[in-house]
């Protein structure tokens, strides 16, 4: 099975503690994600801060006519540093997001780094050719705007 790696970074300029605070609020992942994927949280276990071991559940429509249900655990929360979220059921084979945060300047350098795997074997590696590198690119890419229009430069 091919691993594939995305990384993104991006300045956001804001306190660390209110870039933690709004990353760290799973309720918070509908209004970085496109509209297009229909993005709709089921539940999140115990609360609305992230804690290691806690589970999310969402409704997503990653490509066109396929809605899935997405599940993923929240893994070594370092609080104002990192965590990850690491795809339990979903679309992926393999989806494992490490979202890392670093004081800069007047703000903060959040990092993405992204280890995927599509399955599905030739036929996945084709997919991901065609289809699901360009979407995980699309999704950031909308993500950034997003961060900017949400932590405007001051």
Known sequence: MKVYQFKHSQFIPADLNTVWDFFSSPKNLNAITPPNMNFEIIEITNGEKMYDGQMISYKVTPLPFMRVTWVTEIMNVEPKKHFTDDQKKGPFAIWR?????SEAGNGVVMTDEISYA???????????????AKQVDNIFNYRTERIKYLFPLK
Do not use: E
């Open 97 to 101: 997001h490490k979202h890392f945060f």
């Open 118 to 132: 599509v399955p599905f074997g030739v036929l996945g590696r084709i997919a991901n050719w065609m289809v699901v």
